[in-house]
């Protein structure tokens, strides 16, 4: 086989131009998309959590006293699930049993996805898994893979590290290659993984992952296919990424690393609310003109002049986006997060019950967090077409992403995830 030596291709010296009409970038539709439901020996109450944590012997009493305020305290409820490696007394934080809950929910939420599109495991052409503290070797991609026995020229990518914004980084990096490849589709899989991520030390920053982080996932299937327009749900509009690791203080807000006595896990800055506002002002700043109607851009842009050039006192203006969106779906970090985000935002408290919801019945599954909101929206009320939807995600880096999206039908799917929803946040 001849193998390209780089340099200028045939395709590069073409004269003619694609007509304009193609150049524009191709359409990126939602399908459909499933959000995992652990099994009930999974479920993990305030008491069983905390009973927990007294026997397994690895918590002083202040520690526990404190586990007990942010339990309270935190947003969850009574019904979110641990893994089976945590669960068991004495945990087992094992690759074996770490393995164990990543296939559970990968494989679970992937197979319910193509059976909820129709489509056979050998016709996916890309595959994309996000999960930022569990990669192990062969990739949870490659897994997905030989599980479902997919075709040896699927296009695989693993996204490690990136946090509980990365959901929204694989929609982006999905989209940028079905804009480029003609006639594909593309799984995303947003995962965390908690077997192997406890934390068995005391040091508060660090306690606090442990109280909030619970088992969860999502399978989204897109695609590019002129003939799914008809059946997908929704069309992806606008992918906006914020980036603040420049700075020493974003990048260490969310922190994997040792404590004094050597007990890994991730450190939660006391500022992270702090900078979670400061990457959504970034953000809804690049966001903003994309969505907002005009009347709302010049509103911001008098308020703009007037403090920038003519050195007017006053607060800047944060633009009404409830008039950009009917639904806002935001990643549920803890009940701190979810309520600084709606003073930051001036939501309503309706737009912000899906999150907290989200937040109540599943806890904070990182970067599938956003995917449990929309089913939640989905299966409750509904989306109505036409309905412009929100998905924004905060996480280490620190990084804030944004998703817009627009559905193109009624959808009022009755997802499984939300069906007994047992209690109320
Ligand atoms: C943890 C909470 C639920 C606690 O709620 P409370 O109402 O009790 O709030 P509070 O702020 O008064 O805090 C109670 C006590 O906890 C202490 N406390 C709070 N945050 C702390 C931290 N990061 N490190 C150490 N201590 C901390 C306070 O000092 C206080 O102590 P004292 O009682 O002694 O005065 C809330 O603060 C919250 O939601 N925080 C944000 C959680 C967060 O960071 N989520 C993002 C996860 S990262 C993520 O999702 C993305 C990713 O991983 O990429």
Redesign the pocket.
């Known amino acids: 086989m001849e193998l390209s030596r780089g340099g200028a291709q045939p395709q590069d010296r073409c004269p003619v131009q694609r007509p304009k009409v193609l150049r524009r970038p191709r359409p990126v539709y939602l399908l459909n998309y499933s959000v995992y439901k652990p099994p009930e020996e999974w479920r993990i109450t305030h008491e069983r959590f905390l009973e927990n944590s007294r026997v397994c012997g690895a918590f002083n009493e202040a520690s526990i006293a404190?586990q007990t305020?942010?339990v309270a305290?935190?947003?969850l409820g009574q019904d979110t699930y641990l893994p089976e490696g945590v669960l068991v007394r004495p945990p087992q934080p094992t690759m074996a049993n770490a393995r164990k809950e990543a296939e559970m929910v990968l494989f679970d939420s992937v197979r319910d996805v193509l059976r909820a599109t129709n489509v056979h495991p050998r016709n996916v052409d890309i595959v994309i898994v996000n999960c930022?503290l569990f990669n192990p070797t062969p990739s949870l991609s490659a897994m997905i893979v030989h599980h479902f026995k997919m075709r040896p020229n699927v296009i695989t990518y693993n996204l490690s590290g990136m946090?509980?914004?990365a959901g929204i980084i694989s929609i982006g990096l999905a989209k940028e290659l079905l804009q480029m490849h003609p006639n594909k589709n593309c799984i995303v899989v947003s995962t965390e993984n908690i077997t192997q991520n406890w934390y068995f030390g005391n040091e508060?920053?660090m306690l606090?992952?442990n109280?909030?982080?619970r088992v969860g996932g999502a399978a989204i299937l897109l695609s590019n296919k002129a003939t799914d327009y008809w059946r997908a749900k929704y069309e992806l509009q606008h992918v906006v990424r914020t980036h603040m690791g420049a700075s020493d203080e974003s990048y260490k807000c969310?922190y994997q690393r040792e404590d004094e006595n050597g007990k890994v896990g991730?450190h939660?800055?006391?500022d992270?609310?702090t900078i979670a506002g400061r990457s959504l002002k970034a953000n809804i700043t690049t966001l903003g003109p994309l969505v907002l109607p005009f009347s709302e851009q010049l509103l911001f842009l008098a308020n703009l002049i007037s403090r920038k050039v003519l050195g007017m006192k006053g607060k800047s203006y944060v633009p009404d986006f409830k008039k950009a969106f009917e639904h806002v779906c935001i990643?549920t970090?803890?009940?701190?997060?979810i309520?600084e985000m709606e003073k930051q935002l001036r939501m309503t408290p309706a737009l912000m019950q899906p999150s907290r919801d989200a937040l109540h019945r599943y806890g904070?599954v990182?970067s599938s967090s956003i995917w449990y909101v929309l089913a939640s929206i989905e299966t409750k009320k509904g989306v109505k077409r036409g309905d412009r939807v929100w998905q924004i995600a905060?996480?280490?880096?620190f990084k804030c992403n944004s998703a817009v999206w627009r559905a193109l039908r009624h959808v009022h799917t009755q997802h499984e995830a939300w069906l007994d929803a047992p209690t109320k946040a």
């Open positions: 404190f305020k942010m305290n935190g947003g930022s946090g509980c914004s508060r920053s606090i992952p109280c909030l982080f969310v991730v939660l800055s006391k992270l609310m990643h970090g803890g009940r701190g997060v309520d904070n990182s905060f996480g280490s880096g």
